[in-house]
């Protein structure tokens, strides 16, 4: 059972790490228009997280030794879900723009909720459910209507939703989650930048352009360190405090975030209804966040020395009395 200042601490590593995420949209506009192709993005993006977590690791003389079995595990997940969920991702804001495909993307807790309820056979409360469904309602009302989609765009969106939720599960495995968590991150950025090393190599010399160097660095430092770096330390703090499925709902700022930076620094128009968007996610966030605790606050084993220390019944563990 986690204390409550973990859990409260959980919730809001969760609620930052959304803010950060949501400001790749705009690092990743700002490297398109200083030259730099999707994989070239990318690669530098994994590439400086690691140098910086690296260096990180060996300041605080962290072992990075893995146990056996769990570097092949991390490379399959480094590569078919995290740095797959960037490239496609990144992709949809090319053609979609970074508001539109962040929305597209967010739709991942729906799809972490889902398999937790196929899978792993979780209950969930129906006031969690009504928290989840304003907030996304907000997101709908803030985003206002789409004109003139395009749908190869609506299509990445989606699918990056989905190797994301496939990552989300990947954290909560043992092999990931009991690995210290910088040591789990500079293992996922360096997989995810060699492997998109030779991807970003080809396209440059296919597709040679001049770089804006200032520009170009800009976006890099951009997405390594506030949209990398913290987003996803703080994301897997998360994730391992409060659950995948809990973490990913909480990420609801995220798009929300996305939509305001781009407003600032792009121009691009804000929807009618953006307040009460605000005030419906707002509201919905709460709520799933409150009732979540509420749930886990009535299954507590209350010990009595004398006394097994569970008693089972197919609704769960319930008070003994001493």
Same mark, same amino acid.
């Given at each position: 059972?986690?204390?409550? =200042?973990? /859990?409260? *601490?959980?919730? #809001? &590593?969760? +609620?930052?790490? @959304?803010?950060?995420?949501?400001? %790749?949209?705009?690092?990743?506009?700002?490297?398109?228009?200083?030259?730099?192709?999707?994989?070239?993005?990318?690669?530098?993006?994994?590439?400086?997280?690691?140098?910086?977590?690296?260096?990180?690791?060996?300041?605080?003389?962290?072992?990075?030794?893995?146990?056996?079995? =769990?570097? /092949?595990? *991390?490379?399959? #997940? &480094?590569? +078919?879900?995290? @740095?797959?969920?960037?490239?496609? %991702?990144?992709?949809?804001?090319?053609?979609?723009?970074?508001?539109?495909?962040?929305?597209?993307?967010?739709?991942?807790?729906?799809?972490?909720?889902?398999?937790?309820?196929?899978?792993?056979?979780?209950?969930?409360?129906?006031?969690?459910?009504?928290?989840?469904?304003?907030?996304?309602?907000? *997101?709908?009302?803030?985003?206002?209507?789409?004109?003139?989609?395009?749908?190869?765009?609506?299509?990445?969106?989606l699918l990056s939703a989905i190797?994301?939720?496939?990552?989300?599960?990947?954290?909560?495995?043992?092999?990931?989650?009991?690995?210290?968590?910088?040591?789990?991150?500079?293992?996922?950025?360096?997989?995810?930048?060699?492997?998109?090393?030779?991807?970003?190599?080809?396209?440059?010399?296919?597709?040679?352009?001049?770089?804006?160097?200032?520009?170009?660095?800009?976006?890099?430092?951009?997405?390594?360190?506030?949209?990398?770096?913290?987003?996803?330390?703080?994301f897997n703090y998360g994730v391992?405090?409060?659950?995948?499925?809990?973490?990913?709902?909480?990420?609801?700022?995220?798009?929300?975030?996305?939509?305001?930076?781009?407003?600032?620094?792009?121009?691009?128009?804000?929807?009618?209804?953006?307040?009460?968007?605000?005030?419906?996610?707002?509201?919905?966030?709460?709520?799933?966040?409150?009732?979540?605790?509420?749930?886990?606050?009535?299954?507590?084993?209350?010990?009595?020395?004398?006394?097994?220390?569970?008693?089972?019944?197919?609704?769960?563990?319930?008070?003994?009395?001493?």
């Amino acid at each position: 059972m986690k204390s409550k =200042s973990t /859990y409260f *601490l959980g919730v #809001g &590593s969760a +609620l930052i790490s @959304s803010i950060f995420f949501g400001m %790749l949209g705009i690092f990743s506009s700002v490297g398109q228009d200083a030259g730099l192709s999707t994989t070239s993005r990318i690669f530098f993006r994994f590439l400086v997280a690691a140098i910086v977590l690296y260096i990180i690791i060996k300041i605080k003389h962290k072992d990075l030794r893995l146990p056996k079995g =769990s570097l /092949y595990k *991390l490379v399959i #997940g &480094s590569i +078919l879900y995290f @740095s797959l969920t960037s490239y496609l %991702l990144f992709r949809a804001y090319d053609y979609i723009g970074t508001g539109f495909a962040t929305v597209l993307s967010f739709t991942y807790p729906i799809m972490v909720l889902l398999m937790s309820i196929a899978i792993d056979k979780e209950r969930v409360g129906r006031m969690q459910l009504l928290g989840t469904a304003m907030a996304f309602f907000g *997101l709908v009302v803030v985003i206002g209507p789409v004109s003139a989609t395009n749908a190869l765009g609506v299509f990445l969106g989606l699918l990056s939703a989905i190797t994301f939720t496939l990552y989300v599960r990947m954290l909560a495995k043992d092999y990931a989650k009991n690995l210290d968590g910088l040591v789990l991150m500079f293992y996922v950025f360096s997989i995810s930048s060699i492997f998109w090393f030779f991807p970003s190599c080809i396209e440059v010399m296919k597709n040679p352009v001049p770089i804006d160097i200032y520009r170009a660095s800009l976006s890099i430092l951009g997405l390594a360190i506030p949209g990398t770096i913290v987003a996803c330390t703080l994301f897997n703090y998360g994730v391992r405090n409060i659950g995948g499925r809990m973490t990913s709902i909480l990420s609801i700022f995220d798009p929300l975030t996305s939509v305001l930076i781009g407003c600032v620094v792009l121009n691009e128009k804000l929807s009618d209804g953006f307040g009460y968007g605000v005030l419906f996610i707002i509201m919905g966030t709460v709520m799933v966040s409150l009732f979540e605790k509420k749930r886990e606050s009535t299954n507590i084993v209350v010990i009595n020395e004398t006394a097994p220390l569970l008693k089972f019944n197919p609704r769960g563990f319930r008070r003994r009395r001493v």
